[in-house]
């Protein structure tokens, strides 16, 4: 296993250059669009990371690598849980990275933000990304990675609907704004710690799901 | 050490059956045109396959549950598949190491890589053809590996390049006693150089296993005209199919053959000849 | 390691282990290979050779059953002692059988013992 680390962190470093961009478009929309921006900047901070790191996996699947891969002193569940952890820890550094910034920008800028709120925004994108994230990988463990690329697109596509969608219904339907101001005002009453607690409770669901799945995908098919 | 019993895989457009055995200090080659199933039966050895019928044991346990102990053990080579080609060699070892640890010979590896002017910094996705097929080797040989399982390991390489692999291949051979070897290859030359068995594959099913001496020493192509034929002792005749002369017959008793038909022309057995006889694909 | 002096011919029709008995023989016999050398072990000389392991290992065995070789477990393969009895007998016995079959052919031809013993002496004054 620690063979599969060093292999996928030696083919990361070669995409510094991904990460180093993104970081600056981050910092840059935190900059332009204040503290709405922090949801913004850190889904796609968020989101080149994890494509980044999704490429780990592109890069092994790519070439009928996986077969000799396999070969290797390696399970095939360790393998997979491998990626998973990989995928889950670029998440975690991401957010933490992510929120101190946005303290920082916060504290020079003086933006009328908690740091809990700052902490729960950032928080709560990173978790939706990453399920997102998730299912794509779980996906093109199966389908491989060029599938895998068109699968990103919807679902990027669905998510952007649902996303206006539910917008859309809270600014625009007196039930949707009946339901956000509710939420909000439980929100500003008992803080954020329910919404965490939920987020990650979710989180831990598609991520523990989506690992079984995967590995008994990978378990039963045929490697080529 | 490998053992291989009543394993069929219905495949693309063959169905592979066949079972063999592999002792301690044996070297096997498999010989085979493109796409009876060779690649397919590695597979299925190394478990990334599942056989529709029979077994296949490796050091005594089912390859359905090698462990990561077991796995160790083996080296492997394919002609299409490898680490990603992002990677140059220093950084191949580094994973190496962290996967077989101290097993993993750095040293000797080093050496062999300056041997065989393999440069250290480069992507591999800028080596030749060549260059990776002999990286891919020297990886497979480089920890002490019980059992090798060469897929088409020599080829895109040169006659004194191959030569010079398949001699760190019989050296590492002489370092232990019990190293065994399957390998496949298209190169005749090279498998009756260094296999002790040869095992002929058509059409998803072994239609001959022997040993390699005997193969080159017992087997023998007789050439004879249409009349000759019908005048020959049959009994020890395998195969025969029609050429522009008559008719070329496969026998395993080419002394019987030279003793008492001393007018017919025969030569020694190759494994070329013998596949081409054997194989389907020309009228008998 | 001692430097055999092994010539294989791939192309004739005699089997390779037969041929390394051969070679190896002549020189025990000759004397190049001396008592308690010893031999290279089976993968280096098959990989000398361009032969499989496997042959090499059938001409050691032979080499061993007549006497010609001592294989030690875990040392290696060294030339057996050299028998001199042995060796006269393998000679003796190897005359014996040619003559054997001369005369068989003489009679065969319908040369009578009489004129086959004349030519014999001849033979064996010039």
């Not at chain 2, 394919?78 to 994973?95: D, G, M, Y």
């Amino acid at each position: 296993m620690k063979g599969l680390w060093v292999k996928d962190l030696l083919v990361l470093k070669k995409q510094k250059l991904a990460v180093v961009l993104m970081f600056i478009l981050a910092i840059c929309s935190l900059a332009i669009f204040g503290r709405i921006g922090i949801m913004v900047g850190m889904s796609v901070f968020l989101m080149v990371v994890s494509m980044v790191v999704l490429t780990a996996l592109t890069v092994d699947q790519q070439n009928h690598g996986l077969m000799y891969l396999l070969t290797l002193p390696i399970k095939k569940r360790q393998y997979v849980v491998q990626k998973y952890v990989l995928l889950l820890l670029a998440t975690i550094c991401s957010t933490v990275v992510m929120t101190i910034i946005a303290g920082i920008f916060a504290a020079v800028a003086d933006w009328d933000v908690g740091f809990s709120d700052i902490f729960t925004r950032v928080y709560s994108v990173g978790v939706a990304m990453l399920s997102i994230l998730i299912l794509t990988m779980q996906y093109q463990i199966k389908h491989g990675p060029e599938k895998a690329q068109v699968a990103m697109s919807i679902i990027g596509a669905i998510v952007a609907i649902a996303i206006g969608g539910v917008v859309a219904l809270v600014k625009y339907t007196s039930f949707g704004e009946e339901i956000f101001n509710r939420l909000y005002m439980y929100y500003i009453e008992h803080g954020s710690l329910l919404i965490l607690v939920f987020f990650t409770v979710a989180g831990a669901a598609v991520v523990s799901l989506s690992c079984a799945k995967s590995i008994k995908t990978i378990e039963s098919m045929e490697i080529q | 050490m490998l053992e291989v019993k009543d394993l069929k895989k219905k495949y693309n457009n063959f169905q592979l059956d066949c079972s063999f055995r592999i002792e301690e200090d044996q070297v096997v080659g498999l010989v085979g045109r493109n796409g009876v199933g060779k690649t397919t039966l590695f597979r299925s050895i190394l478990g990334l396959l599942r056989p529709d019928e029979g077994e296949i044991n490796l050091f005594g346990r089912s390859v359905a549950h090698l462990t990561e102990a077991d796995k160790a053990r083996i080296g492997v080579t394919f002609p299409h598949s490898f680490f990603s080609e992002q990677l140059t060699i220093a950084e191949i070892k580094q994973v190496m190491i962290a996967t077989y640890s101290a097993q993993f010979n750095a040293a000797e590896f080093d050496q062999k890589c300056n041997r065989l002017q393999l440069p250290l910094d480069k992507k591999v996705k800028n080596f030749s053809t060549g260059m990776q097929t002999k990286l891919k080797l020297l990886l497979a040989m480089s920890h002490e590996a019980d059992f090798l399982l060469l897929d088409e390991p020599t080829s895109g390489l040169d006659v004194i390049v191959r030569n010079e692999i398949l001699g760190m291949l019989q050296d590492y051979l002489d370092q232990k006693n019990n190293r065994s070897v399957l390998i496949s290859s298209h190169i005749s030359s090279d498998l009756e150089q260094l296999c002790d068995f040869i095992i002929l594959i058509d059409d998803g099913k072994i239609i001959l296993q022997e040993e390699t001496d005997n193969l080159l020493n017992h087997y023998g192509i007789l050439k004879v005209s249409e009349q000759e034929y019908s005048s020959l002792e049959q009994e020890f005749i395998l195969a025969a199919k029609k050429r522009s002369y008559g008719y070329a017959c496969l026998t395993n008793e080419r002394r019987y053959y030279q003793e008492n038909y001393p007018k017919i022309a025969i030569e020694k057995g190759s494994i070329d000849e013998v596949l081409m006889l054997l194989a389907k694909g020309e009228e008998q | 390691m001692i430097n055999l002096n092994i010539i294989i011919q791939h192309s004739s029709m005699i089997p390779i282990y037969e041929q390394i008995i051969e070679q190896f023989k002549g020189q025990i016999v000759k004397r190049s290979l001396r008592e308690n050398d010893p031999l290279p072990s089976v993968r280096s000389l098959a990989k000398e050779l361009n032969v499989s392991a496997l042959t090499v290992k059938k001409a050691y065995d032979a080499l061993e059953e007549s006497g010609l070789i001592v294989t030690v477990h875990g040392k290696g393969s060294f030339v057996a002692p050299f028998n001199l009895e042995l060796e006269k007998e393998a000679r003796q016995k190897e005359i014996e059988s040619e003559l054997e079959s001369t005369i068989k052919k003489a009679k065969h031809y319908g040369i009578s013992n009489g004129d086959l013993q004349e030519l014999f002496n001849l033979l064996l004054e010039g």
